[in-house]
């Protein structure tokens, strides 16, 4: 038989484990959320009788409490619960953050409950359809036992479950930040420039899109490092210092990102064995 759960926030993230994990068997005890409004809201979607604003009254027969409250309130929750006596003796706490790591649920342990976090690499939405935990990545750290509960669940959920460290999950999450936010960042760069260039609004990303999911795939055949090309790629000074030239006179407010972007590049190309070491020291005093 799966393990009971209950959920403290049932929020986009808790919707989502609530309606995934009953779908595959997982009882849902209880749920809980800050407003009247959400909480009967939640327990008439799920047809649950045990729900409350007070989240103590509905966590304690849970074999397994998710709470998936905005980040900031996550401690605050936990230590509310705890001093209650609210945790069920060896059932498991988890929080969903990307951010924090396990250890901020620590109070829980006076209940001789096991900690862990459980972060689905997805962005939930109200409106999500489908099971939306098929094929992510799930990362987990904390107690063992957490961690084993976390991995039968995403198992269970038809995810993939990567074991993290505990101190290394804030540089999980800085890695999984730079991958998504700052690859719109990036794109935001290269969409004003072509427009800059004449290009019209509507076709900015049409003429883009093919370089960039090439470049997708090339990362993803021989890795980042390999799939480098372009003037920093072959040493090319000249063609660096025009696009400077150019970006100065034109969009002067972009110049110290394309710089900043182009000195790691030099550092790739480098490590690449594509240029010299002349060519290295031109370029990155070029873009200094
Ligand atoms: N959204 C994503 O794409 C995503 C992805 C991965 C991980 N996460 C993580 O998942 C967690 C939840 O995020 P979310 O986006 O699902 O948040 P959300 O949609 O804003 O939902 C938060 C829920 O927490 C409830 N809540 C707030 N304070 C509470 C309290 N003191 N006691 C009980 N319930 C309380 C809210 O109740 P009311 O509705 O009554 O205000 C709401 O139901 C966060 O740790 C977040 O970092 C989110």
Same mark, same amino acid.
């Given at each position: 038989m799966r393990p009971s759960f209950a959920i403290v926030g049932c929020g986009r993230v808790g919707t989502a484990f609530g309606k995934h994990l009953t779908d595959v068997g997982?009882?849902?005890?209880g749920l809980s959320c800050k407003t009247k409004e959400s909480v009967k809201k939640a327990a008439e979607k799920f047809g649950i009788?045990?729900?409350?604003?007070?989240?103590w009254e509905i966590t304690k027969d849970a074999d397994i409490v998710f709470i998936?409250? =905005?980040?900031?309130?996550i401690t605050q929750v936990c230590d509310q619960i705890a001093q209650k006596k609210g945790f069920g003796s060896n059932s498991i706490v988890l929080h969903c953050s990307?951010?924090? =790591?396990?250890?901020?649920?620590?109070?829980?342990?006076?209940?001789?409950a096991s900690i862990g976090s459980m972060h689905p690499l997805q962005s939930f939405s109200a409106e999500s359809s489908g099971?939306?935990?098929?094929?992510i990545i799930v990362s987990t750290e904390g107690d063992a036992a957490a961690v084993n509960a976390a991995r039968k669940m995403a198992t269970d959920l038809e995810s993939t479950l990567l074991t993290i460290k505990t101190e290394a999950k804030i540089l999980y999450h800085a890695a999984a930040v730079v991958a998504s936010n700052y690859l719109v960042t990036v794109q935001d760069l290269a969409l004003k420039l072509i427009k800059e260039a004449g290009v019209s609004n509507e076709d900015a990303f049409k003429v883009l899109n093919p370089l960039i999911q090439g470049t997708l795939s090339n990362i993803e055949n021989v890795g980042a490092i390999k799939a480098l090309t372009g003037p920093i790629a072959r040493g090319d000074v000249e063609t660096v210092e025009r696009h400077i030239g150019k970006i100065r006179e034109k969009? =002067?407010?972009?110049l110290d990102l394309y710089k900043i972007l182009g000195r790691y590049t030099v550092d790739i190309a480098a490590a690449g064995e594509t240029i010299t070491r002349e060519q290295k020291e031109d370029l990155k005093r070029t873009l200094e």
């Open positions: 997982y009882r849902l005890s009788k045990n729900f409350s604003q007070t989240s998936t409250t =905005p980040d900031g309130v990307g951010a924090h =790591p396990s250890t901020i649920l620590s109070s829980a342990k006076q209940c001789n099971n939306t935990f098929k094929g969009t =002067p407010n972009m």
